[in-house]
């Protein structure tokens, strides 16, 4: 079972190994963009007044309050590129996130070094649908340790912990061990 999606896989295609296969390829919760928003509505809503109630007797603060409003849009702008720019992955081998606009970053676990999944639901989390998950390998400090406001982060969790720990490795129990007497 995979959750791949298409836009997403031609995004990050440049990031995957020729050997490895998309099994999850996922953007974060749209809740991440709704700060900005709510900030840049507030900022030309209080502009608009600020503009209507002072007008021409205080322009200094006319001017101040509209270049903060423009402050907030430009950030806004920024945010919501950032947003779908940024890519969580997880390949039958890694675990990848790409994220950054000017410099592009990608941070990278390899499956086989991950001991442990802990996964975080909020209470808004679980009524809108995301979720954290949090990384640990043995004793080392890595650069893919969370990943926060993931959506449909139950499915997700589900094919994770698969991906992770539901496949028989070498040993008695499992599909290539030794355990014959």
Request: hydrophobic content about 45%; aromatic content about 8%; proline content about 5%.
């Amino acid at each position: 079972m995979t959750v791949v999606s298409p836009q997403g896989l031609a995004q990050v295609r440049r990031y995957l190994l020729d050997s490895e296969g998309p099994v999850i390829v996922t953007r974060r919760h749209w809740i991440v963009v709704v700060e900005p928003v709510v900030s840049a509505a507030a900022g030309v809503a209080l502009a608009t007044w600020v503009a209507d109630e002072v007008g021409d007797s205080l322009p200094l603060l006319v001017d101040v309050v509209l270049l903060a409003m423009m402050a907030l849009v430009l950030r806004l702008v920024w945010k919501i590129i950032e947003y779908r720019r940024e890519w969580f992955v997880v390949t039958d081998k890694r675990l990848l996130l790409t994220h950054g606009l000017l410099t592009r970053k990608v941070a990278i676990m390899p499956l086989r070094r991950v001991t442990d999944l802990s996964y975080n639901v909020s209470v808004p989390g679980r009524v809108l649908g995301y979720g954290e998950f949090v990384f640990e390998s043995a004793g080392q400090d890595q650069a893919l340790s969370t990943v926060d406001h993931l959506g449909r982060s139950q499915e997700l969790f589900r094919v994770l912990s698969n991906e992770l720990f539901g496949k028989p490795g070498p040993g008695p129990s499992g599909a290539g061990g030794g355990g014959g007497d």
